[in-house]
């Protein structure tokens, strides 16, 4: 019976491999919390869970022959590291909270801030990833052979490689999605608890059958393997190239297929799919095991090759990823297919490198390893050294080599330590009659690596996973519409590829130039324009007395510039990319060289904590994170985050949001307002670019001074910035007012909102992406095009009367094509062409706009006498549609006939609650 027990250690090593997943994924999201989302920060959090791992099995493994049964040593350690991931979330609060009390007196972004925070962080992971890294050598030391058997090196690694892809998916597509992060770590844990009690009780029940003679043979001292330093040495700078190049694919990768969490989890999984497979590869074939320090160097020399080959194909990856996709019909059942084509393109672009990469390991410890008690300690050598090899390769990569020598000449650099470590082992092994001819082929494959064309800009800088059209027919129509985008500024910086892309005017569309980031656009010189600026001037002009202001992302500099065309105030901007800093002096002329401006303190650093931790109180914080589905945005977003926003404003203060409805379901809009409104219960919702809105929130009604607005919208230098997109009076501004905070609070509803802890958006907003949806609900409730009797707007006009100037200041900003709110404009052209029909401008502006069609009003006259109520309701929605043209909150209209025809159409079927519902409607409208 309990020899068909003697896979079940395999099973546990699975499972163990899936939870260190799991831990990895919700320690990194709650230290990223603590430390900020930059890229510093996720180099100390990768670097303290590899040293732990690498610190517990140099550790652990040396001791591993001490466990009389390591199987029971291995519970005992699976045992401590569940307990400690159940009690996690408790234990990160605490320590955050401690240390933000005992650092409050030191200088934000000082050392001592930094080197406290890095430092507390890594203890915290200490503890449980010391213990992972002994799991290992432990279990090696259980299936440990005789003199004359064979390591399980390869099968143990294939199990714990297979594990971790499931856990990278299961956390990134079920558990933190579904349950949050403090529920995903409590549940793993005892999971994970209960898998290391399984381990204990089977190693006690376990009785393993030994010769006196295989014992004896097993406790001979035997002398170090000669060759042991060198292969160490090897292991670890395999070890460090890996990390290059998974961080430099994580990176191109983010272009082609968009850097939502899923596209990572994807990556991250198709990488360890590789190395399963390569551990695989190994366990059937055995001719590979045979000499494996010969096979240690080919597949060293092997990883650079096949990298080398591949090198011209990456820049091909986007259309690639275009043409595929544009195969799919965008739907949310065909969502699961986008994955798995992300997932595929991910694993053939990774695949033999990695597969190589996954014999590495098993072959270095066999090549070193000795039998009996001493497999422990030479694996754990061996796990640590390679594991030790990706700490320094993370922390290079990420804070010098890409940011110095970018994307490419970081794959260069590590294909030349993949060769120059297979040559050594060439000349360590006993190859003697393949040595120079193998060597030979190295370099020559190493000179071919500079002969290789190089990478353009522009194929790295627009990403085409949001493209909806099909691609274009072939790689040479590719180039030709890249060509036409010109690159006045690209730079691979630690954390993100950075560009400033211009386009050339043509007949339907202006010159533009766009600030991409990860291939997405987050800003621009022309269409963005409108929100950009009115970011700043919507608060500033509600709250004159503001000077403070906190600006969260710095983007193209525009909405900075706009904030300081006022006199008396002083910007405090956020900006966590440096690349992004450097981007912004491409807009100087849009900005106003608001970088060279000494009233703006530019600081570089992650948003989260600067409003966790600063001191300063501030009048205004403009919050215009990216989009929701970037992994990372949500964090701005959150619960948590509106709450350190409101900690740092003024009392009296206001927060603006910008949030979208492309890409985005009323749902997902909604979790975003109802999150804000969980901190600043009134909401106002502005309209900006196209479907872009701003949300000012406070929490108190807003009491704005129209005249002061006025007063402070004739300054020269907000009269000019205003100007810039058509908005040249308080009634074009207060015009652009959509919906006043009942409504808001109406729509928001009840229901989910987004926390730190069940990050929604983060995980829900991908597929709104994909599928291309629309927030038409939120949009289509615009109160200007169906009462808003409570909008700044209407309050403003009922003192003042709608006179030809004003008319035509509303019509000039809702015809700006960056703004375009055709209903509006008709609504106003309309009246104003009947009351100044001389007024060649508006008739242009209105000949301009599309008509609508005209209402058959014969029939009112033809059919008055019907008793069909179908027929009546039929003529009432007539005449509203006729009223509804010239109607808005702005030019009331007389509805009372529409009103006469759906009361009779009700007296003749009162039981239709269609008929009642449009009724309420109408009376909505009426005044």
């Given at each position: 019976?309990?020899?068909?027990?003697?896979?079940?250690?395999?099973?546990?090593?699975?499972?163990?491999?899936?939870?260190?997943?799991v831990?990895?994924?919700?320690?990194?999201?709650?230290?990223g919390?603590?430390?900020?989302?930059?890229?510093?920060?996720?180099?100390?959090?990768?670097?303290?869970?590899?040293?732990?791992?690498?610190?517990?099995?140099?550790?652990?493994?040396?001791?591993?022959?001490?466990?009389?049964?390591?199987?029971?040593?291995?519970?005992?350690?699976?045992i401590?590291?569940?307990?400690y991931?159940?009690?996690f979330?408790?234990?990160?609060?605490?320590?955050?909270?401690?240390?933000?009390?005992?650092?409050?007196?030191a200088?934000?972004?000082?050392?001592?801030?930094?080197?406290?925070?890095?430092?507390?962080?890594?203890?915290?992971?200490?503890?449980?990833?010391?213990?992972?890294?002994?799991?290992?050598?432990?279990?090696?030391?259980?299936?440990?052979?005789?003199?004359?058997?064979?390591?399980?090196a390869?099968?143990?690694?294939?199990?714990?490689?297979?594990?971790?892809?499931?856990?990278?998916?299961?956390?990134?597509f079920?558990?933190?999605?579904?349950?949050?992060?403090?529920a995903?770590?409590?549940?793993?844990?005892?999971?994970?608890t209960?898998?290391?009690?399984?381990?204990?009780?089977?190693?006690?029940a376990?009785?393993?059958?030994?010769?006196?003679?295989?014992e004896m043979?097993?406790?001979?001292?035997?002398?170090?393997?000669?060759?042991?330093?060198?292969?160490?040495?090897?292991?670890?700078?395999?070890?460090?190239?890996?990390?290059?190049?998974e961080?430099?694919?994580?990176?191109?990768?983010?272009?082609?297929?968009?850097?939502?969490?899923?596209s990572?989890?994807?990556?991250?999984?198709?990488f360890?799919?590789?190395?399963?497979?390569?551990?695989?590869?190994?366990?059937?074939?055995?001719?590979?095991?045979?000499?494996?320090?010969l096979?240690?160097?080919?597949?060293?020399?092997?990883?650079?090759?096949?990298?080398?080959?591949?090198?011209?194909?990456?820049?091909?990856?986007?259309?690639?990823?275009?043409?595929?996709?544009?195969?799919?019909r965008?739907?949310?059942?065909?969502?699961?297919?986008?994955?798995?084509?992300?997932?595929?393109?991910?694993?053939?672009?990774?695949?033999?490198?990695?597969?190589?990469?996954?014999?590495?390991?098993?072959?270095?410890?066999?090549?070193?390893?000795?039998?009996?008690?001493?497999?422990?300690?030479?694996?754990?050598?061996?796990?640590?050294?390679?594991?030790?090899?990706?700490?320094?390769?993370?922390?290079?990569?990420?804070?010098?080599?890409?940011?110095?020598?970018?994307?490419?000449?970081?794959?260069?650099?590590?294909?030349?330590?993949?060769?120059?470590?297979?040559?050594?082992?060439?000349?360590?092994?006993?190859?003697?009659?393949?040595?120079?001819l193998?060597t030979f082929?190295?370099?020559?494959?190493?000179?071919?690596?500079?002969?290789?064309?190089q990478?353009?800009?522009?194929?790295?800088?627009?990403?085409t996973?949001?493209?909806?059209?099909?691609?274009?027919?072939?790689?040479?129509?590719?180039?030709?519409?890249?060509?036409?985008?010109?690159?006045?500024?690209?730079?691979?910086?630690?954390g993100?590829?950075?560009?400033?892309?211009?386009?050339?005017?043509?007949r339907?569309?202006?010159?533009?130039?766009?600030?991409?980031?990860?291939?997405?656009?987050?800003?621009?010189?022309?269409?963005?324009?409108?929100?950009?600026?009115?970011?700043?001037?919507l608060?500033l002009?509600?709250?004159?007395?503001?000077?403070?202001?906190?600006?969260?992302g710095?983007?193209?500099?525009?909405?900075?510039?706009?904030?300081?065309?006022?006199?008396?105030?002083?910007?405090?901007?956020?900006?966590?990319?440096p690349?992004?800093?450097?981007?912004?002096?491409?807009?100087?002329?849009?900005?106003?060289?608001?970088?060279?401006?000494?009233?703006?303190?530019?600081?570089?650093?992650?948003?989260?904590?600067?409003?966790?931790i600063?001191?300063?109180?501030?009048?205004?914080?403009?919050?215009?994170?990216?989009?929701p589905?970037?992994?990372?945005?949500?964090?701005?977003?959150?619960?948590?985050?509106?709450?350190?926003?409101?900690?740092?404003?003024?009392?009296?203060?206001?927060?603006?949001?910008?949030?979208?409805?492309?890409?985005?379901?009323?749902?997902?809009?909604?979790?975003?307002?109802?999150t804000m409104?969980?901190?600043?219960?009134?909401?106002?919702?502005?309209?900006?670019?196209?479907?872009?809105?701003?949300?000012?929130?406070?929490r108190?009604?807003?009491?704005?001074?129209f005249?002061?607005?006025?007063?402070?919208?004739?300054?020269?230098?907000?009269?000019?910035?205003?100007?810039?997109?058509?908005?040249?009076?308080?009634a074009?501004?207060?015009?652009?007012q959509?919906?006043?905070?009942?409504?808001?609070?109406?729509?928001?509803?009840?229901?989910?909102?987004?926390?730190?802890?069940?990050?929604?958006?983060?995980?829900?907003?991908?597929l709104?992406?994909?599928?291309?949806?629309?927030?038409?609900?939120?949009?289509?409730?615009?109160?200007r095009?169906?009462?808003?009797?409570?909008?700044?707007?209407v309050?403003?006009?009922?003192?003042?009367?709608?006179?030809?100037?004003?008319?035509?200041?509303?019509?000039?900003?809702?015809?700006?094509?960056r703004?375009?709110?055709?209903?509006?404009?008709?609504?106003?052209?309309d009246?104003?062409?009947?009351?100044?029909?001389?007024?060649?401008?508006?008739?242009?502006?209105?000949?301009?706009?599309?008509?609508?069609?005209?209402?058959?009003?014969?029939?009112?006259?033809?059919?008055?006498?019907?008793?069909?109520?179908?027929?009546?309701?039929?003529?009432?929605?007539h005449?509203?549609?006729?009223?509804?043209?010239?109607?808005?909150?702005?030019?009331?209209?007389?509805?009372?006939?529409?009103?006469?025809?759906?009361?009779?159409?009700?007296?003749?079927?009162?039981?239709?609650?269609?008929?009642?519902?449009?009724?309420?409607?109408?009376?909505?409208?009426?005044?």
């Amino acid at each position: 019976m309990l020899k068909k027990l003697h896979s079940l250690p395999f099973v546990f090593f699975i499972v163990s491999g899936a939870c260190g997943l799991v831990y990895e994924v919700a320690w990194a999201r709650y230290l990223g919390l603590f430390l900020g989302n930059t890229t510093l920060a996720h180099m100390c959090v990768l670097a303290a869970f590899m040293g732990g791992l690498a610190a517990g099995s140099f550790a652990l493994g040396a001791a591993a022959w001490k466990f009389k049964r390591p199987l029971a040593a291995y519970g005992w350690l699976e045992i401590l590291i569940g307990l400690y991931a159940v009690a996690f979330p408790f234990l990160i609060q605490r320590v955050q909270t401690a240390t933000f009390s005992a650092l409050s007196g030191a200088e934000f972004g000082g050392a001592t801030w930094l080197v406290s925070k890095l430092g507390v962080s890594a203890l915290t992971l200490l503890l449980p990833t010391f213990l992972m890294g002994g799991t290992f050598p432990i279990l090696m030391r259980h299936f440990q052979p005789s003199s004359s058997g064979e390591d399980k090196a390869e099968w143990l690694y294939l199990t714990n490689c297979s594990g971790a892809v499931v856990g990278a998916l299961l956390a990134g597509f079920v558990f933190i999605p579904s349950f949050g992060l403090s529920a995903t770590l409590r549940d793993v844990g005892l999971a994970n608890t209960l898998l290391g009690a399984a381990a204990v009780a089977l190693a006690f029940a376990w009785t393993t059958e030994r010769s006196a003679q295989t014992e004896m043979e097993m406790e001979e001292p035997q002398a170090p393997n000669p060759i042991a330093r060198p292969v160490y040495v090897a292991i670890a700078v395999s070890g460090m190239a890996a990390m290059v190049y998974e961080l430099v694919w994580i990176r191109i990768f983010a272009v082609t297929l968009g850097s939502s969490t899923y596209s990572f989890t994807l990556m991250v999984a198709a990488f360890i799919t590789g190395l399963a497979l390569g551990s695989l590869a190994l366990g059937l074939i055995p001719r590979l095991r045979e000499k494996p320090l010969l096979a240690f160097a080919l597949s060293e020399i092997a990883i650079g090759v096949t990298i080398i080959v591949s090198i011209p194909l990456y820049e091909k990856l986007p259309y690639t990823f275009w043409q595929a996709s544009s195969l799919l019909r965008q739907s949310p059942e065909s969502m699961w297919l986008h994955n798995a084509l992300k997932y595929s393109l991910c694993f053939a672009a990774m695949a033999i490198p990695t597969i190589f990469f996954g014999m590495t390991l098993p072959l270095a410890i066999k090549a070193v390893a000795r039998p009996g008690r001493h497999i422990g300690k030479d694996s754990g050598f061996i796990y640590g050294a390679n594991t030790a090899g990706t700490l320094f390769g993370a922390a290079l990569t990420g804070l010098v080599f890409i940011p110095l020598m970018g994307l490419r000449h970081s794959l260069e650099l590590a294909i030349l330590a993949n060769m120059a470590t297979g040559v050594l082992l060439l000349w360590c092994s006993d190859a003697r009659r393949f040595r120079a001819l193998l060597t030979f082929g190295a370099i020559a494959a190493s000179v071919l690596l500079f002969t290789t064309p190089q990478w353009r800009p522009a194929g790295f800088s627009r990403g085409t996973f949001r493209e909806r059209g099909a691609a274009p027919a072939s790689w040479t129509e590719y180039q030709q519409v890249v060509s036409l985008l010109k690159v006045c500024y690209y730079r691979e910086d630690g954390g993100s590829n950075v560009a400033v892309l211009a386009t050339d005017a043509t007949r339907n569309r202006a010159a533009e130039k766009t600030l991409f980031i990860d291939g997405k656009a987050d800003g621009s010189a022309y269409g963005d324009m409108p929100t950009q600026i009115l970011l700043s001037h919507l608060p500033l002009l509600f709250k004159p007395e503001a000077k403070d202001v906190l600006m969260v992302g710095l983007g193209t500099g525009a909405s900075a510039g706009s904030a300081l065309c006022y006199p008396d105030t002083h910007v405090d901007c956020v900006e966590i990319s440096p690349a992004v800093v450097e981007s912004a002096r491409h807009f100087s002329e849009y900005n106003k060289s608001v970088l060279d401006n000494p009233r703006m303190t530019l600081i570089v650093e992650d948003a989260r904590t600067l409003v966790a931790i600063t001191k300063k109180k501030y009048d205004v914080i403009v919050s215009e994170p990216s989009n929701p589905w970037v992994a990372g945005m949500g964090n701005l977003f959150s619960l948590e985050y509106f709450k350190s926003t409101d900690r740092v404003l003024k009392p009296g203060g206001v927060i603006v949001q910008w949030f979208h409805t492309y890409e985005m379901s009323d749902e997902l809009v909604s979790v975003i307002v109802r999150t804000m409104r969980e901190v600043f219960p009134c909401v106002y919702v502005f309209h900006g670019s196209s479907d872009d809105y701003i949300a000012l929130g406070s929490r108190a009604p807003l009491e704005p001074d129209f005249a002061r607005m006025e007063q402070r919208m004739r300054a020269p230098s907000v009269r000019r910035d205003l100007d810039r997109i058509s908005v040249d009076s308080v009634a074009a501004l207060l015009g652009l007012q959509a919906l006043s905070p009942a409504n808001v609070a109406r729509l928001a509803g009840r229901g989910p909102i987004n926390s730190d802890d069940l990050p929604v958006l983060e995980y829900r907003a991908p597929l709104a992406q994909y599928i291309n949806a629309k927030a038409s609900q939120w949009k289509g409730s615009d109160e200007r095009l169906w009462g808003g009797r409570d909008l700044f707007s209407v309050q403003y006009l009922a003192g003042r009367p709608l006179d030809k100037t004003t008319s035509r200041s509303m019509i000039r900003a809702y015809t700006d094509p960056r703004i375009w709110r055709t209903n509006l404009a008709l609504a106003l052209l309309d009246n104003h062409t009947s009351r100044w029909p001389d007024d060649a401008w508006a008739a242009n502006k209105r000949l301009a706009l599309t008509p609508g069609a005209e209402t058959p009003r014969e029939l009112m006259t033809a059919f008055a006498p019907t008793s069909d109520w179908r027929l009546v309701e039929r003529l009432a929605d007539h005449e509203v549609a006729a009223r509804l043209r010239a109607y808005s909150a702005f030019t009331p209209q007389d509805f009372s006939p529409a009103m006469k025809l759906l009361d009779r159409a009700i007296a003749l079927n009162p039981t239709e609650d269609r008929l009642k519902y449009k009724r309420e409607q109408l009376l909505r409208m009426m005044p």
